[in-house]
């Protein structure tokens, strides 16, 4: 027996298998991204009967993409509750909704979610009376702008804990009950392509949403058979407050997108990704960091990318 062909096919076979492997992930996630993005904005579901509810209700709704789902979800009829820190952006919000979608009614929830605890028992008194078909979990704060762990203050910390953390946990548990009653219910949580590595400079955040990533898909399984709809956005930049701290990630482009265009992406997902970016060149971003690109590269490219910003953030100042 020739001992060097023998190893010679079973090293092609193995190649063979790696390539095929490679090839069917590869078919796999262009199916999966025609779905999310291209057949899913066929659908013209209404919103208040496939998910049992006429009230959507959205945190962090001043601005960026909590202000851009409401927009769009008053949009396709949802009556919306908004829930933020400052009464006057959320008046702005309220009349802005009201002038685009006549029809469409609008509620007022001013909390600091910062505050923790204390802040639930007020907006469980709010949603007593409201049939929630949609709640979209989107406050969240970031270190702005990236900085060393050491350099966060106290505050910082505690904000990412009770307003990325807790926030998340401590809605959902106030609207599941009636939806899972109900059979039928969407919770949208926004994590971000963060989640995928550790990220220096932006431990805390990138943390906090692993946090949001894990709880989300765990209750997805756990609600599978309830009728209920858990989704997880993991968006990369976006041009928002929250990432204006460098042109690099504000100015918008191909890769950062506005929040309404994003948001326009994102939204009709909903029921046909349980886990998406929500707009597919972030999309293509999210997979070669997680399938492509080992764990030390990511790693190493993070730590790089979010020293470039800080230095780029001190010359904007």
């Known amino acids: 027996m020739n001992w060097r062909l023998w190893f010679k096919d079973i090293l092609a076979f193995l190649g063979l298998v790696w390539v095929a492997r490679w090839v069917l992930y590869i078919v796999l996630d262009v199916v999966a991204a025609l779905r999310k993005f291209v057949w899913a904005r066929l659908s013209n579901d209404n919103l208040a ?46 009349q802005l909704i009201k002038e685009e979608s006549p029809g469409v009614e ?18 469980a008194a709010h949603l007593t009376d409201k049939d929630v078909g949609i709640l979209v979990n989107n406050v969240g704060v970031s270190l702005y702008p990236p900085k060393k762990f050491m350099d966060a203050s106290e505050e910082d910390i505690w904000n990412h804990v009770n ?7 401590a809605m959902t548990r106030l609207v599941l009950a009636k939806m899972v009653a109900r059979g039928r219910g969407a919770i949208i949580n926004i994590a971000s392509v963060a989640s995928s590595c550790p990220g ?9 949403k692993v946090f949001v990533d894990f709880f989300s898909e765990s209750l997805s399984v756990e609600c599978g058979r309830t009728g209920i709809t858990v989704q997880t956005i993991r968006p990369s930049y976006i041009s928002t407050n929250m990432t ?21 992406s994102a939204l009709p997902t909903l029921g046909h990704a349980g886990r ?4 597919w060149p972030h999309g293509i971003q999210a997979f070669l960091m997680d399938a492509v690109f080992p764990h030390w590269f990511n790693f190493v ?9 800080l230095k780029d953030s001190k010359k904007q100042q």
């Open 49 to 94: 009967i496939k998910y049992g509810g006429k009230w959507a209700v959205v945190t962090g709704c001043t601005d960026g993409i909590g202000k851009e789902y409401a927009r769009q979800l008053a949009q396709r009829g949802m009556n919306i509750l908004l829930i933020a820190r400052n009464i006057s952006k959320l008046n702005d919000v309220s």
């Open 301 to 309: 490219w993070t730590d790089l990318w979010h020293k470039f910003l």
């Open 200 to 208: 220096p400079y932006l431990g805390i955040y990138s943390a906090s």
């Open 163 to 169: 307003i990325n953390v807790a926030s998340v946990v």
């Open 244 to 264: 204006n701290f460098s042109h690099y990630t504000s100015n918008t482009n191909w890769l950062v997108p506005s929040a309404t265009t994003f948001v326009s």
């Open 276 to 279: 998406t970016t929500g707009f």
């Open 106 to 123: 609008t509620g007022i929830i001013q909390v600091d979610f910062s505050h923790g605890r204390d802040v639930y028992p007020k907006i």
